[in-house]
């Protein structure tokens, strides 16, 4: 069962991140982006990390892909089409893609992984501790540098994206 | 003695050069000038302070007066040769010293008259300031190649105030000239300097000039390669007499003195007439011992018979210019030959270096009264707006302080009794008597022009026909007249400075005293030539014009002033540009900017074809990037599985 | 993977006697989902006849009264033509996207309900980040909306939908905050713990004075979400024409239509789950028998429900600055206050409990 | 961890993924494709993350935790690259790598 699911995720997955990378439609490239993220989503759930995704629904579907959505409506009109790389350069980047995807398959299959059996559930409460344990081994440091982070990002985008006005206010008068 | 406090003297001016020339275009004229008139004020009070220490209270030691050196390392090459910056006091530069300031200060007055109103007022005093700065280094300069640096930016100050009306092409042009005959001058020097450094290993004035006083002879072993039959010492000397030449206008480097005539009339006072010009005159004095000792003073006969001849000739040439400037740059250069021609003629020891002695004494002198003839003349043009002597006449009766000032001056260039010219002279003349009679008749051939065509302007001026002018002349303002007249006092009553006491190629000092027989024909012979000037041009009459008809060919290569330029111009441009320089040319451009060129055509063709790589775009970056780990990836996992 | 699918007990161990495992559970799940879609097309259905029929009252009119009795089948008959009617488009649209829109709408309206405690054995998903899982739906849903949008090639729906999204993500902050002030009492997501800890009294009681405020935040911000007056402004007739769907006719129109009476519905489920103690009934009168909770579950939502139709008739609407004021300058920093004021009260051991 | 699924599969195809991601960065055109390739990218390595975690140390959460500020740093990323490109698009009106090379020259 779940076998199938994972499989069917993968696929959904790889297909529209495939779909998503060689659209030539702006926002059915995002919307591809939206499958593959919540195919990732599914992944979680199935290895029992529902915390995780949620947070990865919550931040990436809900949070920027709504951001996409919105830069896409802002920027683009819908009857633009975008520009792909020369047929060249493509089948250069595919090829030098593909050679490094084999080199990294190599490495990975050579590798002897020592996998522990488990079907343990994550609870959020878990994460809660160890995310704010100040003992050793705790996330707390990290967990307000990343909310600082979060806090000065938020304030420069605003800043960045207000901008100045780039109308004249002489011309107005006129 | 701490001898510290000198620096000052040339510091001075330094700091109101580059306090008027960062803010030339704020400050008014009227404070520049007197910005200008008090730093110079200053050095001129240090230079007698300066003075009055070391005649009277600290410098002679056992009766010989000690050469007082301060300095620092500034260039340390080897062992014994480097590059020291300091500060020399010995008779002759305090002397100089003396002369500087005195000089540069009465023309910073006067110039505050006669430059008012102008344009680069400022500016003016600036460059005056400069010049003032480095003429003060030169003179206190403790080595060669510090005489040098302050002989360049002597040689630049110069250039740009005779460029000073730069808006004038022929000031434009006397200045280039000026600049490029001095330049190939200072390449003698150069050489000379180098030579002297690699043979002697030494630039210091005090190790060179050491003298061993129980042999009698250079400490310096001089001895070494010889070079076309002479040592490479006189070689090395020779060049830098040439160095001296150049700045001094001797023959045949005298060309650009008369054209730097261009620049405005304080300037020629100060630097083509008092100060700058006899820095030749001072570069040998200050390198005495050597031209003497070194292989029997060879070096010093030619610069004795350099002097001599453009002495002559410069006086001959004098007698026909009518630019009033003109006459008294030749009536400059005839003099500076006579100066040369008394070092050249001089000995080492007590009463035998009469010469030295005579030389720096009529260097003294000569500054002050031809300072005074200058600025005197300089008062007529800025009366009559002209420079030449058929604009001019009857002037005594308009200007009454420059007429008695302007004939002080040129009794005292003709020798005339009791005046300061009439003992530096006479002295010059004992002292070629002793040595070398050809020197001594022209010396007083000489004599005997200068006080003719000496004469022949003043009458010109300020006597003869009566003109009409346009605007009725009148005197000077005081800040004119008053240089005039402290000039006029130091030239009549400057003879009776007991300048033996003082300074002697020695430094010893000894008395001097007049030779009544040589005088009298000195006198005599100026008397004559005051006489003749009298006849031909105290009343407006033809006999000059008579007179020079009658030497016909002579007067006019005499007027053209023999040809001198024009053999320049033909050996550089028809020689010199067609035969040398051309092919030169040819193959520079051809071969050596067509390499570079090549080379840098070359460049730009594959940069433009290689400059895509260099696109800009993280994304053609981070592909090699990505390809590059890819590859590298691909290599260690065949290194590790093999 | 453990999805407690527990719809009842009984059904499920009938199943899993007659058919082998692989089938019976994959016959289970085809089971639930239809039970899932009727409930969704019979609410939907309703609750638009029920706003009608809320409106004609506030407006002293009678409403729908001709298809069947009291005109109980007015809506179906209504379905009925939409799904027999022809579905136009624009040519320019973007066909793929147009056609997508609507299911997300959908769809994560049915995956929202999925996660709801009807009663204490009628629920299909009962996972551990309930909450979460709810919040995270109802953040895809604005994104049927913008590809609508965009999609229809219209400047109004665009417009509209840019709206939507903007009102969207900026009220889904409030819904989130003030639900986290009620799970500082809870101290779990999961819905079927929250529902127990209710049993010692239904949690806007506990938490009284944050939770009143909570609670009063969480409907307007719920309200704001479902995009329903005073908060339309996505759907302004007089400003965009329909808004978003303007391009959308016959059943497409209709899912967006009936999705947006099913989010109102889920609103409301979510506050009565998570301030009105889901199926428990008052003071525990019908413990005993637990199939009545949904009775219970119903009820309150129905209540919740109407009250929210309550808005629509009686505020005025929103300006678009208005609307951005609220949510950021006072329901934000109030919700932050509130949410350390519970802390407080939880911390200081202030919950009132029986 | 998924019954049945071995590590190798999911790590095969996280670097699938990856290798898209890395292919949609190169190649795409637009400013905001590459951004969603770069999202790709980050996702696939979140992905790593926490499916090693699970399978090798399944009584640690270090790899949740790594996943979640990965996450939360991605969004700041986002939204401040958004920003200027919203920004750059009223400067220049275009959101194309081509059109962005006042700089370059």
Same mark, same amino acid.
């Given at each position: 069962m779940e076998k199938i699911i994972f499989y069917i995720l993968a696929l959904v997955i790889i297909v529209f991140a495939i779909a998503s990378v060689s659209s030539k439609k702006m926002l059915r490239s995002v919307i591809y982006l939206l499958f593959v993220l919540i195919g990732i989503s599914g992944i979680y759930f199935l290895i029992d990390y529902n915390f995780l995704a949620a947070i990865q629904l919550t931040v990436y579907a809900g949070g920027v892909i709504v951001l996409l959505i919105f830069s896409v409506m802002l920027v683009h009109h819908i009857e633009m089409e975008l520009e792909l790389a020369k047929v060249s350069k493509r089948i250069l980047v595919g090829l030098a893609s593909l050679i490094g995807l084999g080199v990294f398959l190599t490495t990975i299959y050579s590798h002897e992984f020592i996998v522990v059996e488990n079907y343990t559930t994550t609870t959020t409460e878990d994460i809660g501790f160890g995310l704010l344990s100040y003992e050793a081994g705790g996330f707390i440091l990290p967990f307000e540098v990343i909310s600082i982070l979060l806090l000065a990002s938020m304030i420069g985008a605003i800043v960045i994206a207000k901008g100045t006005k780039l109308t004249n206010k002489k011309n107005d008068t006129v | 003695m701490d001898i510290t406090y000198t620096i000052l003297i040339p510091l001075i001016p330094l700091a109101v050069f580059l306090l008027l020339g960062i803010f030339s275009q704020k400050i008014k004229p009227a404070v520049s000038g007197v910005i200008g008139v008090a730093g110079l004020s200053t050095s001129a009070l240090l230079s007698f302070y300066t003075a009055y220490q070391y005649f !009277?209270? +600290?410098?002679?030691v056992d009766g010989v007066y000690q050469a007082i050196v301060q300095k620092t390392t500034w260039?340390? !090459?080897t062992d014994t040769l480097k590059i020291d910056m300091g500060v020399l006091i010995d008779p002759i530069s305090i002397m100089m010293l003396i002369v500087v300031s005195v000089v540069s200060l009465m023309v910073h007055i006067y110039s505050r008259g006669y430059m008012k109103g102008d344009d680069g007022f400022t500016r003016f005093f600036a460059f005056l300031s400069l010049f003032s700065f480095s003429m003060f280094g030169l003179v206190l300069a403790t080595n060669l190649f510090q005489i040098y640096i302050f002989w360049e930016l002597v040689g630049v100050s110069s250039f740009l105030l005779i460029g000073y009306y730069y808006t004038k092409p022929s000031a434009v042009s006397a200045a280039k000239k000026a600049f490029i005959v001095t330049r190939f001058a200072d390449l003698g020097f150069l050489i000379g300097i180098l030579i002297i450094g690699f043979y002697t290993g030494t630039f210091d004035f005090e190790t060179l000039n050491a003298v061993n006083h129980e042999t009698g002879e250079l400490v310096l072993n001089w001895a070494s390669t010889s070079f076309m039959g002479l040592s490479v010492i006189t070689w090395a000397l020779i060049l830098m007499f040439m160095g001296g030449a150049g700045k001094s206008a001797m023959f045949p480097l005298h060309i650009w003195l008369p054209d730097a005539m261009e620049g405005p009339t304080p300037v020629s006072a100060l630097i083509h007439a008092a100060t700058m010009v006899v820095a030749g005159v001072y570069l040998v004095a200050r390198l005495f011992p050597m031209f003497y000792f070194v292989e029997d003073g060879y070096a010093l006969n030619v610069v004795a018979y350099v002097g001599a001849f453009s002495s002559l000739f410069a006086a001959i040439i004098a007698l026909t210019q009518t630019d009033i400037k003109r006459v008294l740059a030749f009536s400059t250069m005839s003099q500076i030959g006579y100066m040369m021609l008394a070092l050249g003629v001089s000995k080492y020891?007590? +009463?035998?270096?009469l010469g030295y002695m005579a030389s720096m004494f009529h260097l003294f002198t000569h500054a002050m009264f031809k300072a005074l003839l200058f600025l005197g003349a300089g008062s007529v043009i800025h009366a009559v707006h002209s420079n030449y002597l058929k604009d001019m006449g009857g002037l005594r009766k308009y200007m009454p302080i420059t007429n008695i000032t302007f004939l002080i001056a040129a009794l005292a260039i003709a020798g005339f009794p009791l005046t300061s010219g009439f003992f530096s002279k006479d002295e010059i003349l004992v002292a070629a008597f002793e040595s070398n009679k050809l020197i001594y008749f022209s010396g007083v051939l000489v004599a005997g022009l200068t006080a003719f065509y000496m004469f022949r302007l003043y009458f010109g001026i300020f006597w003869g026909k009566d003109t009409k002018y346009k605007h009725a002349p009148h005197e000077s303002p005081i800040s004119m007249t008053l240089p005039l007249m402290i000039l006029a006092l130091i030239s009549l009553f400057g003879g009776f400075i007991p300048f033996s006491k003082y300074v002697s190629a020695d430094r010893a000092g000894f008395d001097a005293h007049l030779n009544y027989p040589l005088a009298a024909v000195a006198v005599s012979v100026g008397l004559i030539g005051i006489a003749l000037a009298w006849v031909f041009y105290k009343k407006e009459n033809n006999l000059a014009e008579k007179f020079s008809n009658a030497f016909g060919v002579f007067y006019k290569w005499t007027y053209d002033k023999f040809y001198i330029d024009e053999v320049y111009l033909f050996v550089t441009k028809k020689i010199i540009f067609n035969l040398i320089a051309a092919p030169i040319a040819w193959f520079d451009k051809k071969y050596v900017d067509g390499t570079m060129e090549g080379i840098g055509n070359k460049t730009v063709v594959i940069s433009n074809k290689i400059k895509g790589m260099q696109s800009g775009k993280i994304q053609d970056y981070a592909f090699s990037f990505i390809a590059g780990v890819v590859i590298l990836a691909m290599v260690f996992i065949y290194l590790w599985t093999n | 993977m453990n999805i407690t699918l527990s719809i009842t007990k009984n059904i499920h161990n009938w199943l899993f006697s007659i058919m082998p495992e692989g089938v019976a559970s994959i016959t289970e799940m085809v089971l639930i989902a239809v039970v899932y879609l009727a409930i969704f097309a019979v609410a939907g259905l309703y609750l638009v006849l029920l706003e009608r029929k809320v409106a004609a009252w506030f407006q002293l009119r009678i409403g729908p009264n001709r298809v069947g009795w009291w005109g109980l089948l007015q809506t179906m008959a209504d379905a009925l033509k939409l799904v027999s009617k022809e579905l136009t488009g624009t040519v320019k649209a973007d066909k793929f996207l147009y056609n997508l829109a609507p299911y997300f709408v959908i769809v994560s309206a049915l995956m929202a309900l999925a996660v709801f405690p009807f009663t204490q054995e009628f629920q299909a998903f009962d996972i551990n980040i309930g909450i979460l899982f709810l919040i995270a739906i109802s953040s895809i849903g604005v994104i049927g909306i913008l590809l609508g949008g965009w999609s229809s090639n219209n400047k109004f729906a665009l417009i509209g939908a840019m709206r939507s999204g903007v009102q969207t993500i900026s009220y889904e902050l409030s819904v989130g905050l003030s639900l986290l002030t009620m799970i500082l009492i809870t101290g779990s997501l999961q819905l079927s713990e929250i529902v127990e800890v209710q049993k010692n009294g239904w949690l806007i009681v506990q938490g009284h004075i944050p939770a009143v405020i909570a609670f009063m935040i969480y409907m307007i911000a719920g309200t704001a979400e479902t995009n329903r007056a005073p908060f339309d402004l996505v759907e302004a007739e007089s400003e965009l024409? @329909?808004?978003?769907?303007?391009e959308y006719s016959g059943m497409k129109f209709a899912y967006f239509f009936l999705a947006e009476f099913i989010n109102m519905f889920i609103i409301a489920a979510i506050a009565t789950t998570v301030f009105?103690? @889901?199926?428990l009934s008052p003071f525990g009168i019908t413990e005993s028998i637990p199939l009545l909770g949904v009775v219970w579950f119903l009820g309150k939502t129905l209540i919740i429900v109407f009250l929210m139709m309550w808005f629509r008739w009686t505020f005025p609407r929103l300006r678009i600055d208005q609307l951005l004021t609220l949510e950021w300058k006072y329901l934000l920093p109030l919700n932050l206050l509130n949410l350390v004021l519970m802390a407080l009260i939880v911390w200081l051991n202030l919950t009132i409990q029986f | 961890m998924i019954a049945g699924i071995s590590i190798y599969e999911i790590l095969t195809v996280t670097t699938i993924l990856f290798f898209i991601g890395v292919y949609g960065f190169i190649t795409r055109k637009n400013l905001i494709s590459i951004l969603m390739s770069v999202e790709l990218i980050l996702n696939a390595s979140v992905i790593n993350f926490v499916v090693i975690n699970k399978y090798l140390y399944p009584d640690m959460l270090q790899g949740v935790f790594f996943s979640i500020f990965i996450i939360a740093v991605a969004a700041a990323e986002t939204a401040l690259a958004i920003s200027i490109i919203i920004n750059l698009y009223r400067q220049i009106a275009s959101v194309e790598v081509k059109d962005t090379e006042i700089m370059k020259y």
């Open positions: - | !009277f209270v +600290h410098g002679k260039m340390n !090459f020891e007590g +009463h035998d270096g | 024409g @329909a808004g978003f769907h303007t009105f103690g @889901a199926w | -």
